[in-house]
């Protein structure tokens, strides 16, 4: 075997080896990704025992939750769900490190291809620039030999293809895993994109209903203060009406009785002076004692209450100098002159200008 057709058959072990790692290791990559995915959640009852696993070549570590509570569960499926992207992201670090080992040797092999292709070509210059000279049946040995030489190159041609077509498959594939890798990370984003747009208005609606709610109340509270306010001096103005309406009632009472107690003053006055007129016409008995001369009736009242006060019967008479103020009728004169000395010597009533008079009235003079 030529050294051409071994540099053509490395080649071709090359690539094809490095298709088949490439493949093999995405195939396991995906597996595990299935496998994340599909791990069942982790019981949240309150008797479930948390126990580790041993984590196994190619298998992730699980992560069990410690707790019950919405924010413990919400904190372990954040880092389950961390973990995925970090595989995820080494299966394609991985990927992209063997493609472009396999991009590295696709090159090397198109590299040495075409050197041993300008080999030949030189080759084929040179011979056919010396076959001038070669006996003809040299030249068909030699094209026989040729002929030989290229069926015998045929099959590491057909491998070189085969694995060509794989790395290409494999490569395909890679790129469509990418792509899928991509377009779930991508539809991943979108979605909490959406679940947080959403939040956002949810959050947005429940604090506006909770303003408006807040201000529904305090319009509700300033209406109930308004009347509250209303009731308060709607009252405070029916009590002022009725204190004045009291206040009015009681004033007409007191004047209905002072007007009430000075007719009957004024009536028993008159019935005192008719009494007194009626024992001084009709009786036998005309003396009386003259105590005092009243300027007004208020010092003519006040002198007749102290005399009263003290028992004696007074008697008063309208005069053009004032008001008479006089004590009996006595029986006769001695009897008279001892009342006015009895009330000349009293202290308390401070009258000592009395004197005794035979009195007449004035329509009988």
């Given at each position: 075997m030529s050294m051409n057709n071994k540099q053509r058959w490395m080649g071709g072990v090359v690539l094809l080896g490095g298709g088949v790692l490439l493949a093999a290791l995405l195939l396991k990559g995906n597996e595990e990704i299935k496998q994340v995915e599909v791990q069942p959640p982790a019981s949240t009852s309150p008797k479930a025992q948390t126990k580790p696993k041993q984590a196994t070549e190619g298998q992730m570590v699980q992560l069990q939750p410690l707790a019950v509570d919405?924010?413990?569960?919400?904190?372990?499926?954040e880092e389950q769900r961390r973990?995925?992207?970090?595989?995820?992201?080494?299966?394609?670090?991985?990927?992209?490190?063997?493609?472009?080992?396999q991009q590295q040797a696709e090159a090397d092999a198109a590299r040495k291809a075409a050197a041993e292709y300008a080999a030949i070509n030189a080759r084929r210059?040179?011979?056919?620039?010396?076959?001038?000279?070669?006996?003809?049946?040299?030249?068909?040995?030699?094209?026989?030999k040729n002929q030989q030489t290229n069926t015998a190159n045929k099959p590491t041609d057909t491998s070189k293809i085969d694995a060509d077509k794989k790395a290409a498959e494999a490569k395909r594939q890679a790129e469509a895993d990418k792509k899928a890798a991509e377009a779930k990370r991508q539809a991943e984003t979108d979605k909490k994109a959406t679940e947080a747009k959403r939040q956002a208005e949810a959050d947005k609606k429940a604090a506006e209903a909770k303003r408006q709610a807040e201000a529904d109340r305090k319009a509700a509270e300033a209406k109930r203060q308004a009347e509250a306010d209303r009731k308060s001096t709607e009252a405070k103005r029916q009590a002022e009406a009725d204190k004045k309406t009291a206040e009015a009632k009681r004033q007409a009472e007191a004047d209905k009785k002072a007007a009430e107690a000075k007719r009957k003053a004024e009536a028993d006055k008159k019935a005192e002076a008719e009494k007194a007129r009626e024992l001084l016409e009709n009786g036998d008995k005309k003396w009386m004692v003259q105590v005092a001369l009243a300027a007004n009736q208020a010092n003519a009242d006040a002198v007749v209450s102290k005399l009263r006060a003290k028992g004696y019967k007074v008697t008063t008479s309208q005069t053009s100098k004032g008001i008479r103020i006089?004590?009996?009728?006595?029986?006769?004169?001695?009897?008279?002159?001892?009342?006015?000395?009895?009330?000349?010597?009293?202290?308390?009533?401070?009258?000592?200008?009395?004197?005794?008079?035979?009195?007449?009235?004035?329509d009988q003079r």
């Open positions: 919405v924010e413990t569960e919400k904190r372990l499926l973990s995925r992207e970090k595989a995820v992201a080494e299966q394609e670090a991985r990927a992209a490190e063997f493609l472009a080992m210059t040179a011979a056919q620039e010396s076959s001038d000279n070669i006996p003809p049946e040299l030249v068909g040995e030699a094209k026989a006089m004590v009996g009728p006595a029986k006769d004169r001695d009897t008279a002159d001892a009342a006015r000395k009895k009330i000349t010597s009293d202290s308390s009533l401070n009258m000592k200008s009395a004197w005794v008079i035979d009195w007449v009235p004035l």
